[in-house]
T-cell receptor, first 112, second 114 residues
Framework: KQEVTQIPAALSVPEGENLVLNCSFTDSAIYNLQWFRQDPGKGLTSLLLIQSSQREQTSGRLNASLDKSSGRSTLYIAASQPGDSATYLCAVRYNQGGKLIFGQGTELSVKP | NAGVTQTPKFRILKIGQSMTLQCAQDMNHNYMYWYRQDPGMGLKLIYYSVGAGITDKGEVPNGYNVSRSTTEDFPLRLELAAPSQTSVYFC?????????????FGPGTRLTVT
């Protein structure tokens, strides 16, 4: 069964810290992987998308990496800020016409 | 370019009532999806569509119906609402023909059934 797991479920860090969120998937033959951010009571905002042929993608203070052989992706957030507090979800698509399979998310709290 | 829009934002239903959640996208995406998200739980796929006139069941379709008469619109119908359908509903769209097949979400509809 194709599953996506995110550990930890919750994370609290002081402002300014660099942090890593983890995402693992059981089947390494993915098409792409997408990281989303969800603020409380809001919808999902796409942060980064990594194609299966790519190793990483960067946007501002965010860097997402992909290691298909180990079935893992990480989202690195540099110099965290209280405004980064949200739930971060990763989702995997296994073929071009397939559906996204979501992890349960990591709830991040950045303390001032 | 509004992206994915959903109406209403909030709704309270009595048990047994029916309603339609509206979803529209202006990105000319062929694929559209309906998810529900319960507190502390992940997203569960209710129904999806790969193009106008084509719909298929997801993980949790019972109690819901969909139709897709146009590329832009994908309404979700709840018949005989039950308390178990209290949830936040998200609509999404994507286009596999646009290279990355990135998925975009609407802002959600918060539904309470009492």
């Amino acid at each position: 069964k194709q599953e996506v797991t995110q550990i930890p479920a919750a994370l609290s860090v002081p402002e300014g810290e660099n942090l890593v969120l983890n995402c693992s998937f059981t089947d390494s033959a993915i098409y792409n992987l997408q990281w989303f951010r969800q603020d409380p009571g809001k919808g999902l905002t796409s942060l980064l998308l990594i194609q299966s042929s790519q190793r990483e993608q960067t946007s501002g203070r965010l860097n997402a990496s992909l290691d298909k052989s180990s079935g893992r992706s990480t989202l690195y957030i540099a110099a965290s800020q209280p405004g980064d507090s949200a739930t971060y979800l990763c989702a995997v698509r296994y073929n071009q016409g397939g559906k996204l399979i979501f992890g349960q998310g990591t709830e991040l709290s950045v303390k001032p | 370019n509004a992206g994915v829009t959903q109406t209403p934002k909030f709704r309270i239903l009595k048990i047994g009532q029916s309603m339609t959640l509206q979803c529209a996208q202006d990105m000319n995406h062929n694929y559209m999806y309906w998810y529900r998200q319960d507190p502390g739980m992940g997203l569960k796929l209710i129904y999806y569509s790969v193009g106008a006139g084509i719909t298929d069941k997801g993980e949790v379709p019972n109690g819901y119906n969909v139709s897709r008469s146009t590329t832009e619109d994908f309404p979700l119908r709840l018949e005989l609402a039950a308390p178990s359908q209290t949830s936040v509903y998200f609509c999404a769209s994507s286009e596999p023909g646009q290279g990355t097949h990135e998925q975009y979400f609407g802002p959600g509809t918060r539904l309470t059934v009492t």
